[in-house]
């Protein structure tokens, strides 16, 4: 029994579970004694129950044409201590206000470029910035309904911020799916944990949508989620995201705008819809204002949303807050419209249209990462340490041809977690994403998020279309705060919302972290 | 001088068309000392259509027609009191000015180049020519005179698809190629330039009460210390002939009409345009 | 609902269907054949095939040939692996619409065909795993689906792909005289015999077995139960657009009932080929009625500049 652990060698990075070797951190000393009595065809097992479970679910994707495959979703969790987790919370929330104020500033007065925080030339010269969507005020105030923040934890445990998305970030619906897969895989896991639940995710997000709606949708808008189809890698979550909302998950072609207002074609003629929370990117959107050659969009839709007839949620031209250059603004935004120090810090990180700092970087090619500034998903980076000479010159000719288009970063020696490769536990590098909803009044962090987890030995590459895994992330529950309270004004959750597990009858043994009686009921709800 | 403009355009269809989304830039705003007394738009078949200013400051009325339909046909009539010349700024800065950070970086996006004003080396090499030991005032008046002098204005060589590159090797076309290679060279030598569309009044002495044939002019806007209209086709600081309606990088963003449509194939593009003086 | 999602629920519910009629209709033709080799066998396949809208194809297929057409071939839109593939591939844009379980069953079912690729000479099994399969979606329609648009579009598809079927099944062997063994096949094509026995006490008389085949009003595989399903599904889902009970869609519907329902079996049977083209013309002309009416408009569109 139990030698899972035995030959875990750290890495040299900050470890999640060992500060030492054998000598686990605190939140992690339930998990390690819980592992350490499980052997390796015990987990074996219970690999086999999860791929069975997401493969007949159909959580499934497909990496570059190959068969598809369940979602490889690691067994052993990642726990964020209370503490940890209060200092993301607090620095995921400031930074999305941050950068929504920015967003209507540069859509809007510009007071930012102005006032020379922020060069004019960073933002006119993004792929991103949409110069369509200028001067649009939306209807509910809000432009970054979803946002999903990357954080990377450094050798010394701290969080750092690696990128923000405010453009359709995805991999929530594996949030949930995660979860509900350890619950039944391991539940006896959760017995002695106070995890907090992410169920009710879909329903902060359809509340959030439903309160920036036009005010002249009244108090029962129409929400639907626009999806590019079928055939889409992350189909499975736009309609996991309708689903659990309980709302139309529509196409391109179900919707048609007239006199810029939105209507889907229903067996009962046209229905006016009031908000559409899309998962199809700007270029897409509308071919009035974009491709042209577009099957996927929805004509008028930018015009339907300048009227105020419709909300889209994420906003068209977000891309310019998420561009990776104007990324390392984001500590002085946070300065200009906050007036607050950023709670979470930056990666160092160099802009090259300065020549003497493109120099600089240049000469220190094969110690720095490189990333195109619009790009998304992990694709085009190139991380010096690890590239190859000929990769290295290819990049250096790239890089002299357009200094905008990259950035260089410090690298950072992303943090580890045992992680269940071949039959034991080794050491792999992962990130996290927090997702945040706002809604025009707060931004909602969900507990938890995406750990997003390199597979191949000593990988830096989370994204999962660069053959990344996952792990539930746990936010363990701080035993002094009280128990979540549910938002007033959320809409009756859908039955499928909140997986409830029966409650539990003469329990024998609670575990170590007997808690007050709401937050029991609280945990039966995971 | 005071204009009544109308501007016909629109498309014939080979057969029906089900549907189209369109953004039309016909409306002439009271700008920099230009007074628009009346503006309406109408379109065929009769649709609504939703005005709103778009990034460069132009009035857009977007429109969109869901009844089969073999011709569409947008026109705008406008009553304008046009504004007087206005030279070079007094006092011009030099290139010291225009290439300070804070300079540079204002204009940014007038500085660098557009899909239709992309610079290549023979547009750059030309550019450093003609700034070379020039003022930036200095270097418009060469730029619009080199132009003048190397491109000859004649119609059907280019298309409206053509870049500035493209007018540099064919050495021919219309306003808007001029236009484009203007606001190229311009940018390549430094000096901040949009493109500017509208109308042009074609008489100096016209009579009052007749109307003329005319067309959709295309100029240049250049910023030497301030904005300073000039006109490369005819050489001369854009005046109280000529008739503001949008600027922007280039063609593209300025186009009078653009838009999308289903069914059958587009036959022709129709453009007319009127000018009659009224005082 | 949308238009779309509707279209796609319409179409798994005949796409299933279709699936297990077929399984059944093939287990029972190729079974009874391995159990009487008499010379009919060729005629019989014909007959078959010609059921399933593959008139002359097929001369020179045997037993086996003819199973590996109707099971497994993916470029026949009739054959099992191609409608439960169609199936799933509408499930998969509808899937927020239908049950989790339902979605489950068909992702399952799919993604299990390819493990039957070889069932060697006995497709018995591979067949009675369709109907059970067929069955399990079935069920799971109407135990995990409240009784609104959604499960009215699945219900409606099915019901009119099962009244094609029977009657498309009659008219393959209609000009031909056979007796009591042939009606025996027939009514167990249609998972009839029992019902019918047991309704008629063991006597398998041709007219009989016609009448309880085509008109019998509480045996859900009958046409005019059939019909008369896809009829209360079309009206209720035009309840909400106004009270014109189904348009064109209910017009047809209604009327191939009623006359089904009102002719005695003895005139049927005097002009059986009529009255069979007839039913048929019914089945198709309500599902174009069908399509109009609720699915239209819903193409991807291509935008010129």
Known sequence: ?526 | ?279 | MLSRIAESLYWIGRYVERAEDTARILDVHFHLLVEDRGAEAAESYRTLLRAMGLPSAVDAMDGQAVAALLTHNDTFSGSIATSLTSAWDNARGAREVISSELWECLNVTHRSLGSWDRYGAAPHEFLRWVKERAAMAAGLVDTTMSRDEGWRFLVLGRSVERADMTVRLLSARYGERWGAAGWRVLLRCCSAHEAFLRRHHGMVQPSLALEFLLTDSTFPRSVLFALREAETCVVALSAAAGPDRGGDAGRVLGRAAAELSYASIAEIDRELGDRLAELEAACNAAHEAVTRRFFRASVPIEWSA
Request: hydrophobic share 40%; proline share 7%.
């Open chain 2, 1 to 279: 001088m005071r204009l009544a403009i109308t501007h016909v355009t629109g498309y014939e269809y080979e057969g029906e068309v089900v549907a189209s989304y369109n953004l039309a830039r016909l409306t002439p705003r009271s700008v920099g000392g230009q007074l628009v007394l009346d503006h309406r738009i109408v379109v065929d078949p009769g649709v609504a259509t939703f005005p709103s200013i778009d990034y460069w400051g132009t009035v857009v009325h977007a429109f969109d027609v869901h009844v089969p339909h073999r011709r569409l046909e947008v026109t705008g009539r406008s009553d304008v009191v046009t504004a007087d010349a206005v030279g070079p700024p007094a006092d011009a800065p030099g290139f010291d000015v225009l290439e300070r950070d804070d300079v540079v970086d204002q204009f940014a996006e007038l500085l660098a180049p557009s899909s239709m004003t992309a610079a290549d080396e023979v547009v750059a090499a030309l550019a450093g020519e003609l700034r070379a030991g020039q003022s930036p005032v200095e270097t418009v008046e060469r730029v619009i005179e080199w132009v003048r002098d190397h491109v000859g204005y004649e119609r059907g060589v280019t298309s409206v698809a053509t870049p500035a590159t493209g007018v540099l090797a064919a050495r021919r076309g219309v306003c808007q190629d001029f236009a484009h290679l203007t606001v190229a060279l311009l940018r390549a030598a430094r000096v901040p330039a949009r493109y500017v569309s509208g109308y042009l009044y074609p008489l100096t002495d016209g009579e009052v009460g007749v109307s003329l044939d005319g067309e959709s002019h295309a100029w240049v806007d250049a910023w030497a210390g301030g904005w300073w209209s000039v006109d490369p086709t005819s050489g001369e600081t854009a005046g109280d002939r000529h008739v503001r309606v949008a600027h922007g990088r280039d063609y593209q963003d300025v186009a009078p009409l653009a838009g999308i449509y289903h069914g059958a194939p587009s036959k022709s593009l129709m453009v007319h345009v009127d000018l009659t003086r009224l005082t």
């Open chain 1, 1 to 526: 029994m139990g030698d899972l652990l035995d030959r875990y060698d750290l890495a040299g990075a900050f470890d999640e579970m060992f500060a030492a070797a054998g000598e686990p951190r605190t939140p992690y000393l339930g998990l390690v004694a819980h592992l350490e009595t499980l052997s390796r065809s015990d987990l074996d097992d219970r690999c086999a129950m999860r791929d069975r479970a997401f493969r007949d679910q159909g959580i499934t994707f497909a990496l570059g044409g190959e068969e598809e495959r369940p979602f490889p979703l690691d067994l052993v969790p990642r726990i964020l201590a209370a503490r940890d987790w209060t200092t993301i919370e607090a620095g995921v929330r400031q930074r999305v206000l941050a950068l929504e104020r920015f967003l209507a500033d540069v859509y809007g007065e510009r007071a930012i470029l102005h006032d020379r925080v922020i060069p004019h030339r960073m933002v006119v010269t993004s792929a991103h910035f949409h110069r369509e969507a200028a001067g649009i005020v939306p209807a509910g105030g809000v432009r970054v309904h979803v946002a999903g923040v990357d954080l990377v934890r450094d050798r010394d445990g701290r969080f750092r911020v690696l990128e923000d998305n405010l453009r359709c970030p995805s991999g929530v619906s594996y949030v949930v799916e995660n979860r509900r897969a350890m619950t039944r895989v391991f539940p006896e896991m959760f017995q002695s944990h106070h995890v907090r639940p992410v169920a009710d995710y879909p329903m902060r997000l359809l509340a959030a949508l439903r309160a920036t709606a036009p005010p002249a949708a009244g108090n029962n808008p129409t929400v639907v989620v626009l999806t590019p189809g079928v055939y889409n890698s992350a189909y499975f979550e736009h309609s996991f995201l309708a689903r659990q909302m309980g709302v139309e998950l529509v196409e391109g072609r179900d919707l048609v705008c007239r006199d810029q207002v939105v209507f889907m074609r229903t067996t009962n003629g046209e229905q006016r819809v009031d908000v559409v929370y899309r998962r199809i990117d700007d270029e897409f959107l509308d071919p009035v204002h974009f491709r042209p050659d577009s099957m996927v969009g929805c004509p008028g839709l930018l015009n339907a949303a300048r009227a105020g007839n419709v909300t889209v949620a994420n906003m068209v031209g977000n891309g310019v807050a998420d561009d990776k250059a104007i990324y390392s603004y984001v500590p002085d935004m946070i300065e200009y419209y906050l007036g607050e120090r950023p709670i979470l810090d930056n990666v160092q990180t160099y802009l090259l249209e300065d020549p003497d700092v493109l120099a600089h970087a240049l000469a220190r090619l094969d110690q720095l990462v490189w990333k195109p500034v619009d790009g998304s998903g992990g694709y085009g980076i190139v991380i010096g340490p690890r590239a190859r000479d000929h990769e290295l010159d290819a990049l250096r000719t790239r890089v002299l041809a357009d200094p905008r288009g990259w950035i260089a970063q410090e690298p950072i020696a992303l943090s580890t977690a045992p992680t269940y490769i071949d039959g034991s536990l080794a050491p792999r590098h992962l990130d996290l994403r927090p997702f945040a909803v706002h809604d025009g009044e707060s931004v909602w962090v969900a507990p938890g998020g995406l750990t997003r987890v390199a597979l191949p030995e000593g990988s830096l590459i989370v994204n999962s279309s660069q053959g990344g895994g996952s792990k539930d992330t746990w936010v363990i529950a701080d035993p002094l705060a009280p128990a979540s309270v549910a938002p007033s004004e959320l809409p009756a959750p859908a039955p499928e919302a909140i997986d409830c597990t029966p409650l539990e009858r003469g329990r024998q043994d609670p575990g170590p972290l007997v808690a007050p009686l709401d937050q029991q009921q609280q945990q039966q709800q995971q």
